[in-house]
């Protein structure tokens, strides 16, 4: 037996979870890109990318919480159709390379006051992550099951 | 005449071979989407510091005014971004109510920053130096924070509206008794 999903039984709830989606991504990787340009010379420069790190690493969390439940909840409304779309597989993988880079090298590398000299590299790699999963999310729309991009 | 102008606009070349590209659209879109990511994520540090809820180590000026420059290039990429997506579809999104309601809303922001501008924005180091935060800096920073998440949420919406442009330039056409006689035109036209 099936349980119909009641996300589904509302024309408004997908649009609000992206809204909440919108938020939470520009929350979590808009702080992450401060450090990272920071990292780079570039922005904040009155700051060390470590003290950035430790003031925005709450919101870079809570920014990725809310991103996270809403995409889970927004996958929840048609799981096949997002299994089949080679973008939503893309952009997850991005995105857990992403989030494994961030709470690793990338932590590290901003841990301490003076980066280590590979801190541009790393701002680069995890700029680049970022900008994958958001890429990933927006081809997700432009791909039909069985078609390329646009449906050509 | 602005209806005139969008649809000048649409049917240009670049935003005709912008429009029908598979590529080129999604890939802009993404790039509004950078943009939305570097400048909102700057926007809200911002407001949540004059808020007096993040980067409380540093200083109100040092916040505001390092994140000036960087913020008008974040806001240029989403704008740029934006304005070919509405140049593409230049004609529907003119009907669309949703997209009203964002230059609306974008008027109003732009009105926000005039308003507080002299108070909060001229000069940040003065509100360091008061001995707590102005309510005038905490109501700009919430309604810039109110206001920015309002537009980013009508620009989602307007991917949910579809105008019917059909039904509408039905009804535009003059009924000058002549629309029977172009049908037949159109009909007898003589098969090459």
Partial sequence: MFIENPLNSSALAFPVLECFHIVGFALSIGTIAIVDFSLLGVGMRRQTPAQLAKDTWLWTLGGLILMLFSGLLLFSSDPDMYYLNWPFLIKMVFFIAAVIFHYTIHRKTVSTDTPPPN???????????????IFGGIFIGFVYPGLGIGGV | MLLSFVQWLQFTGFFTALRGSAYAYPIVMSLHMVGIALFGGMVMLTDLRLLGWSMRKHSIADVVNQFRVPKRWGLLLTVTCGFLMFGSKAEEYYYNAFFRTKLILLTLVLVQELVFYRSV???????????????NAKLAAALSLLLWTSIACCGRGIGYIEPPLDKIHAQMLPHSGYEGEIALCFSSRPTP
């Fill in chain 1, 119 to 133: 801190g541009k590299l790393v701002a680069c790699v995890s700029l680049v992550l970022w900008c994958g999963v």
């Fill in chain 2, 121 to 135: 924005y001229a000069d940040p180091a003065a509100l360091d130096r008061a001995p707590a935060i102005p309510v």
